[in-house]
Protein backbone atom coordinates (compact mmCIF):
# COMPACT_ATOMS: atom_id res chain seq x y z
CA UNK A 1 0.00 0.00 0.00
CA UNK A 2 1.28 3.29 -0.94
CA UNK A 3 2.32 6.08 1.34
CA UNK A 4 1.13 9.49 0.62
CA UNK A 5 2.45 13.17 1.98
CA UNK A 6 0.39 13.06 5.34
CA UNK A 7 1.30 9.57 6.09
CA UNK A 8 5.07 10.74 5.54
CA UNK A 9 4.38 14.03 7.87
CA UNK A 10 2.84 11.40 10.63
CA UNK A 11 5.71 9.22 10.43
CA UNK A 12 8.16 11.66 10.50
CA UNK A 13 5.97 13.42 13.86
CA UNK A 14 6.36 9.59 15.51
CA UNK A 15 9.88 9.60 14.93
CA UNK A 16 10.44 13.08 16.32
CA UNK A 17 8.08 12.19 19.32
CA UNK A 18 9.75 8.85 20.41
CA UNK A 19 13.27 9.28 19.09
CA UNK A 20 15.62 7.34 21.22
CA UNK A 21 12.95 5.79 23.40
CA UNK A 22 12.86 2.35 21.33
CA UNK A 23 14.04 0.45 24.46
CA UNK A 24 12.91 -2.11 26.66
CA UNK A 25 10.75 -0.58 30.47
CA UNK A 26 12.79 -1.05 33.30
CA UNK A 27 11.42 -3.76 36.04
CA UNK A 28 9.17 -2.40 38.48
CA UNK A 29 7.09 -4.33 41.59
CA UNK A 30 5.28 -7.72 41.04
CA UNK A 31 1.96 -5.80 41.04
CA UNK A 32 2.91 -3.53 38.07
CA UNK A 33 5.11 -6.46 36.66
CA UNK A 34 4.94 -5.20 32.84
CA UNK A 35 5.21 -1.38 33.32
CA UNK A 36 7.32 1.02 32.39
CA UNK A 37 9.96 3.69 34.63
CA UNK A 38 7.33 5.36 37.33
CA UNK A 39 6.85 8.28 35.54
CA UNK A 40 3.13 9.64 34.54
CA UNK A 41 3.02 10.73 30.84
CA UNK A 42 2.64 14.12 30.48
CA UNK A 43 -1.34 15.24 29.64
CA UNK A 44 -1.75 16.30 26.68
CA UNK A 45 -4.43 19.38 25.72
CA UNK A 46 -7.76 17.56 25.45
CA UNK A 47 -9.62 16.49 21.87
CA UNK A 48 -11.13 19.32 20.21
CA UNK A 49 -14.64 19.98 21.10
CA UNK A 50 -15.88 19.52 17.54
CA UNK A 51 -15.55 15.77 17.97
CA UNK A 52 -16.91 15.96 21.35
CA UNK A 53 -20.99 16.02 20.25
CA UNK A 54 -23.28 17.36 22.87
CA UNK A 55 -25.72 14.89 23.37
CA UNK A 56 -26.10 12.53 26.46
CA UNK A 57 -23.80 9.45 26.29
CA UNK A 58 -26.16 6.07 26.66
CA UNK A 59 -25.50 5.07 30.19
CA UNK A 60 -26.12 1.05 31.00
CA UNK A 61 -26.72 -0.64 34.42
CA UNK A 62 -24.13 -3.10 35.37
CA UNK A 63 -24.71 -7.05 34.66
CA UNK A 64 -23.21 -9.78 36.10
CA UNK A 65 -19.37 -10.16 36.47
CA UNK A 66 -18.90 -14.16 36.73
CA UNK A 67 -15.72 -15.21 38.73
CA UNK A 68 -14.04 -18.37 38.03
CA UNK A 69 -11.52 -19.17 40.99
CA UNK A 70 -9.90 -21.70 39.12
CA UNK A 71 -8.48 -18.74 36.32
CA UNK A 72 -5.05 -17.37 37.19
CA UNK A 73 -4.61 -13.94 38.00
CA UNK A 74 -3.19 -11.36 35.25
CA UNK A 75 0.51 -12.13 36.59
CA UNK A 76 0.37 -15.57 36.33
CA UNK A 77 -1.03 -15.27 33.05
CA UNK A 78 1.64 -13.15 31.70
CA UNK A 79 4.04 -15.07 32.99
CA UNK A 80 3.16 -18.15 30.52
CA UNK A 81 3.81 -15.97 27.68
CA UNK A 82 7.38 -16.39 25.57
CA UNK A 83 9.91 -13.96 27.36
CA UNK A 84 10.95 -12.19 24.29
CA UNK A 85 7.35 -11.66 23.11
CA UNK A 86 6.77 -10.04 26.42
CA UNK A 87 9.94 -7.93 25.85
CA UNK A 88 8.61 -7.24 22.69
CA UNK A 89 5.32 -5.97 23.65
CA UNK A 90 6.60 -3.93 26.33
CA UNK A 91 9.28 -1.97 23.90
CA UNK A 92 6.38 -1.36 21.32
CA UNK A 93 3.51 -0.11 24.10
CA UNK A 94 6.26 2.72 25.65
CA UNK A 95 5.42 3.60 28.98
CA UNK A 96 2.63 1.48 30.18
CA UNK A 97 -0.83 2.82 31.16
CA UNK A 98 -2.64 -0.70 32.08
CA UNK A 99 -2.50 -4.28 30.77
CA UNK A 100 -4.02 -7.44 31.36
CA UNK A 101 -3.07 -10.67 30.82
CA UNK A 102 -5.42 -13.92 30.53
CA UNK A 103 -6.39 -17.00 28.64
CA UNK A 104 -8.19 -17.99 25.52
CA UNK A 105 -11.29 -20.54 25.51
CA UNK A 106 -8.48 -22.63 24.46
CA UNK A 107 -6.69 -22.04 27.55
CA UNK A 108 -3.55 -20.21 25.62
CA UNK A 109 -2.24 -16.85 27.50
CA UNK A 110 -2.68 -13.50 25.59
CA UNK A 111 -1.66 -10.06 26.47
CA UNK A 112 -3.07 -6.09 26.14
CA UNK A 113 -0.90 -3.46 27.04
CA UNK A 114 -1.62 0.19 26.56
CA UNK A 115 1.21 2.41 27.13
CA UNK A 116 2.13 6.41 25.63
CA UNK A 117 3.14 4.71 21.93
CA UNK A 118 0.22 2.57 21.31
CA UNK A 119 -2.24 -0.07 21.99
CA UNK A 120 -0.42 -3.74 21.71
CA UNK A 121 -1.87 -7.18 21.51
CA UNK A 122 -0.10 -10.44 22.39
CA UNK A 123 -2.15 -13.43 20.80
CA UNK A 124 -1.73 -16.72 19.68
CA UNK A 125 -1.22 -16.83 16.39
CA UNK A 126 -3.81 -19.51 14.39
CA UNK A 127 -1.81 -22.51 14.16
CA UNK A 128 -4.40 -23.26 10.96
CA UNK A 129 -3.07 -19.61 8.65
CA UNK A 130 0.16 -20.09 6.26
CA UNK A 131 2.81 -18.72 7.92
CA UNK A 132 3.54 -16.32 5.32
CA UNK A 133 0.54 -14.34 6.02
CA UNK A 134 1.36 -13.73 10.04
CA UNK A 135 2.51 -10.27 10.73
CA UNK A 136 4.87 -9.06 13.41
CA UNK A 137 5.64 -12.56 14.55
CA UNK A 138 6.93 -12.31 18.23
CA UNK A 139 8.86 -15.54 18.83
CA UNK A 140 7.97 -19.59 18.60
CA UNK A 141 7.53 -22.02 21.62
CA UNK A 142 7.51 -25.54 21.93
CA UNK A 143 3.45 -25.57 22.18
CA UNK A 144 2.41 -22.23 20.15
CA UNK A 145 3.79 -19.23 18.09
CA UNK A 146 2.41 -16.07 19.36
CA UNK A 147 2.14 -12.33 17.41
CA UNK A 148 2.03 -9.46 18.31
CA UNK A 149 -0.16 -6.13 16.96
CA UNK A 150 0.54 -2.33 17.94
CA UNK A 151 -1.83 0.47 17.13
CA UNK A 152 0.43 3.58 17.32
CA UNK A 153 -0.87 6.96 19.88
CA UNK A 154 -1.24 10.03 17.61
CA UNK A 155 1.45 12.14 19.27
CA UNK A 156 0.15 14.98 21.39
CA UNK A 157 -3.36 13.57 22.12
CA UNK A 158 -2.89 11.33 25.11
CA UNK A 159 -5.43 12.10 28.03
CA UNK A 160 -5.55 11.24 31.82
CA UNK A 161 -8.08 11.88 34.32
CA UNK A 162 -8.67 10.40 37.53
CA UNK A 163 -12.52 9.73 39.23
CA UNK A 164 -13.46 9.64 42.52
CA UNK A 165 -16.26 7.47 41.82
CA UNK A 166 -18.74 9.31 43.70
CA UNK A 167 -21.25 11.52 41.93
CA UNK A 168 -20.65 15.45 40.25
CA UNK A 169 -21.10 17.46 43.21
CA UNK A 170 -24.06 19.36 41.39
CA UNK A 171 -26.00 16.17 41.17
CA UNK A 172 -25.53 15.12 44.46
CA UNK A 173 -26.76 18.96 45.12
CA UNK A 174 -30.07 18.21 43.00
CA UNK A 175 -30.67 15.06 44.52
CA UNK A 176 -30.14 12.93 42.35
CA UNK A 177 -27.80 11.35 38.91
CA UNK A 178 -27.35 13.51 35.70
CA UNK A 179 -25.28 12.53 32.60
CA UNK A 180 -22.79 15.21 31.06
CA UNK A 181 -24.10 16.99 28.46
CA UNK A 182 -26.79 19.82 26.85
CA UNK A 183 -29.97 19.36 28.45
CA UNK A 184 -32.33 18.02 26.12
CA UNK A 185 -30.16 16.77 23.65
CA UNK A 186 -30.25 13.09 22.22
CA UNK A 187 -29.25 9.89 23.84
CA UNK A 188 -25.92 9.25 21.56
CA UNK A 189 -26.01 5.05 21.33
CA UNK A 190 -22.87 2.80 20.62
CA UNK A 191 -22.84 -0.56 19.32
CA UNK A 192 -20.20 -2.21 21.77
CA UNK A 193 -19.22 -5.38 20.42
CA UNK A 194 -19.59 -7.56 21.95
CA UNK A 195 -22.77 -6.75 23.70
CA UNK A 196 -21.87 -8.39 27.28
CA UNK A 197 -19.55 -5.41 27.04
CA UNK A 198 -22.32 -3.24 28.21
CA UNK A 199 -22.88 -5.23 31.35
CA UNK A 200 -19.54 -3.98 32.38
CA UNK A 201 -19.29 -0.68 31.47
CA UNK A 202 -22.48 -0.20 33.80
CA UNK A 203 -20.38 -0.83 36.75
CA UNK A 204 -18.63 2.41 36.87
CA UNK A 205 -20.22 5.95 37.59
CA UNK A 206 -21.85 7.91 35.01
CA UNK A 207 -19.29 10.65 34.76
CA UNK A 208 -16.65 7.50 33.85
CA UNK A 209 -18.93 5.87 31.43
CA UNK A 210 -19.62 9.28 29.53
CA UNK A 211 -15.72 9.40 29.75
CA UNK A 212 -14.99 5.86 28.15
CA UNK A 213 -17.80 6.59 25.30
CA UNK A 214 -18.35 10.53 24.17
CA UNK A 215 -14.75 10.05 21.89
CA UNK A 216 -16.59 7.51 19.56
CA UNK A 217 -19.57 9.39 19.08
CA UNK A 218 -18.55 10.68 16.15
CA UNK A 219 -17.95 8.17 14.19
CA UNK A 220 -19.06 5.00 12.93
CA UNK A 221 -20.47 4.17 16.07
CA UNK A 222 -19.15 0.42 15.96
CA UNK A 223 -16.65 0.13 18.61
CA UNK A 224 -14.96 -3.05 20.05
CA UNK A 225 -14.50 -3.63 23.68
CA UNK A 226 -12.37 -5.63 25.31
CA UNK A 227 -12.09 -6.19 29.38
CA UNK A 228 -10.55 -8.04 32.59
CA UNK A 229 -11.35 -8.37 35.87
CA UNK A 230 -10.59 -9.86 39.26
CA UNK A 231 -12.25 -10.09 42.50
CA UNK A 232 -10.88 -11.58 45.68
CA UNK A 233 -13.15 -12.08 48.61
CA UNK A 234 -12.66 -10.79 51.81
CA UNK A 235 -14.66 -11.34 55.46
CA UNK A 236 -16.55 -8.08 55.40
CA UNK A 237 -16.53 -7.28 51.19
CA UNK A 238 -15.09 -8.04 47.95
CA UNK A 239 -12.73 -6.68 45.94
CA UNK A 240 -12.29 -6.01 42.28
CA UNK A 241 -9.88 -5.19 40.18
CA UNK A 242 -11.59 -4.19 36.60
CA UNK A 243 -9.75 -3.02 33.40
CA UNK A 244 -11.63 -2.09 30.11
CA UNK A 245 -10.25 -0.70 26.89
CA UNK A 246 -12.88 0.57 24.10
CA UNK A 247 -11.75 1.12 20.40
CA UNK A 248 -12.53 2.40 16.93
CA UNK A 249 -10.16 2.72 14.08
CA UNK A 250 -9.62 6.33 15.51
CA UNK A 251 -9.72 6.68 19.00
CA UNK A 252 -9.09 4.41 22.38
CA UNK A 253 -10.11 5.32 25.96
CA UNK A 254 -9.35 2.93 28.89
CA UNK A 255 -9.47 2.72 32.78
CA UNK A 256 -8.25 0.71 35.51
CA UNK A 257 -10.00 1.13 38.71
CA UNK A 258 -10.58 -0.84 41.65
CA UNK A 259 -13.65 -1.17 44.07
CA UNK A 260 -15.00 -2.83 47.59
CA UNK A 261 -18.76 -3.73 47.45
CA UNK A 262 -19.76 -5.06 50.93
CA UNK A 263 -21.14 -8.82 51.01
CA UNK A 264 -25.06 -8.45 49.65
CA UNK A 265 -24.40 -5.05 49.04
CA UNK A 266 -25.80 -3.82 44.90
CA UNK A 267 -23.11 -2.40 42.35
CA UNK A 268 -25.12 1.35 43.49
CA UNK A 269 -23.13 0.69 46.82
CA UNK A 270 -19.61 0.17 45.71
CA UNK A 271 -16.55 2.05 46.95
CA UNK A 272 -14.53 3.06 44.38
CA UNK A 273 -10.97 3.63 45.70
CA UNK A 274 -9.23 4.21 42.54
CA UNK A 275 -10.02 5.15 38.76
CA UNK A 276 -7.73 6.20 36.25
CA UNK A 277 -9.12 6.72 32.76
CA UNK A 278 -6.94 7.53 29.37
CA UNK A 279 -8.28 8.51 26.14
CA UNK A 280 -6.19 9.84 22.44
CA UNK A 281 -6.56 9.47 18.94
CA UNK A 282 -4.71 7.09 16.81
CA UNK A 283 -2.61 6.80 13.93
CA UNK A 284 -4.58 5.56 10.59
CA UNK A 285 -3.29 2.47 9.42
Not at 111 to 135: Q, T, W, Y
Not at 166 to 183: C, D, F, K, M
Not at 210 to 223: A, E, M, T
Amino acid sequence: MGTDRTGRDRDEAWRREFAGRDRMPEPRPADRLPAGPARRPPEARPTARAEQPEGLTQIHEPGPLPVDPELPDRDACWQRLPDDARAKTLEKAGTVLLWWAHLTEDRAPFAVVLGDRGLCRLLPAEPERPAGRLRNMLSTSPAREYRGERVRLEPGTLRSRSFDGSPPAAAAAAGGLTVPGRAGSPVERLALDPAEAQDVLGHFPLDVQDFLQRPFLSGKRSVRADWYYYETVEPEHTALFLVMCLTDERHVTAIEARRTLAHGAGPDRARWHAITCHGARLVRR
